[in-house]
């Protein structure tokens, strides 16, 4: 298993640096999917049940769609991620389930609730988090530059909203982020009204 998922690794990789029509190819492997690998590694060791292969596979699958059709991103995941996990070798069932994981992790609705696999609250928390890791809100900026300064800030200070309150849901990574998370908010225009004590 691990070899295929190595396999689609490279595949997703090789993809994301090479489709030129994919606005975030310059940037996305090394300041997007590497980082959310990595968090999302780390909540294996601290959530020991969970299963560390899907993890893997929905950390490179959870993109797969926006890669290949932007546009269509949430639909391009079954509709051409599913064959390709196929066509790879990966069982039917995993294949369907780890698809069926991604439209969970997409619907970003009551993802905290006990009933969702551990393997979907990991994969969606290490996303949202890995947003406020490195220059992931920058390059927002500067491909959204035709927006005016005040879009920039309402429309990161929504987006920033979504990532926390829905997709972040495992209390290690809200405490974990909660600084840089409010860094953040601070890069969106929540000025502090004082500096010192
Ligand atoms: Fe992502």
């Not at 601290?46 to 560390?52: F, G, K, N």
């Not at 994969?123 to 920058?138: E, T």
């Not at 997709?167 to 890069?187: S, W, Y």
């Amino acid at each position: 298993m691990q070899e295929l998922i190595e396999k689609f690794r490279t595949n997703v990789i090789e993809l994301s640096n090479t489709n030129k029509s994919f606005i975030h190819c310059e940037w996305f492997v090394k300041y997007h999917l590497e980082i959310v690998e990595k968090i999302a590694l780390e909540l294996c060791d601290i959530y020991t049940s969970a299963d560390r292969d899907l993890v893997k596979l929905l950390v490179w699958l959870h993109d797969y769609g926006k890669i290949i059709d932007f546009t269509n991103q949430y639909t391009a995941t079954r509709a051409m991620g599913r064959p390709k996990l196929l066509e790879f070798g990966f069982p039917q069932d995993l294949a369907e389930k780890a698809i069926s994981y991604i439209e969970t992790l997409d619907n970003k609705e009551g993802l905290a609730s006990d009933a969702t696999p551990i393997e979907i609250k990991i994969a969606s928390s290490a996303d949202g988090a890995a947003h406020l890791v490195g220059p992931f809100f920058y390059f927002y900026w500067y491909e959204n530059s035709n927006k005016s300064i005040e879009d920039l800030m309402v429309s990161g200070r929504e987006k920033s909203a979504k990532d926390w309150e829905n997709k972040i849901v495992l209390p290690e990574v809200k405490k974990a982020f909660e600084t840089r998370h409010n860094f953040l908010l601070e890069q969106m225009g929540n000025i502090p009204g004082k500096f010192f004590m």
